[in-house]
Nanobody, 126 residues
Framework: QVQLVESGGGSVQTGGSLRLSCTAS????????MAWFRQIPGQEREGVAAIFTSAGTPHYADSAKGRFTISQDKANKRVFLQMNGLKPEDTAMYYCAATTFCAGDSWQQLGLYAYWGQGTQVTVSS
């Protein structure tokens, strides 16, 4: 079992920045791929970014490219999502997720992830 706890959400104005943090109870084979998803009420949860923890390889959804950066701190079992240039359409609940392995664009598949955090709310006002 892996517990994931997110933090760092909040309210900012358009163009602002936030840094989300996800702390895992352990970093092991079960967390070979860590990702951030987001969900707006009434809509499907969508992938934002993922990192393959062994190599630190990042992957991004088109909506995140150029604005968001995913990174990790292996020693402290944390994954971060630095979000710059925030827009009102980025308003959502952001979730951290973990799975054993993902490759290519498979990281965006919800069903791949065995572990999820409770989420942290991000609100961007215009």
């Amino acid at each position: 079992q892996v517990q994931l706890v997110e933090s760092g959400g909040g309210s900012v104005q358009t163009g602002g920045s936030l840094r989300l943090s996800c702390t895992a109870s352990r970093y092991a084979s079960s967390t070979g791929c860590m990702a951030w998803f987001r969900q707006i009420p009434g809509q499907e949860r969508e992938g934002v970014a993922a990192i393959f923890t062994s190599a630190g390889t990042p992957h991004y959804a088109d909506s995140a490219k150029g604005r968001f950066t995913i990174s990790q701190d292996k020693a402290n079992k944390r994954v971060f999502l630095q979000m710059n240039g925030l827009k009102p359409e980025d308003t959502a609940m952001y979730y951290c997720a973990a799975t054993t392995f993902c490759a290519g664009d498979s990281w965006q598949q919800l069903g791949l992830y065995a572990y999820w955090g409770q989420g942290t709310q991000v609100t961007v006002s215009s």
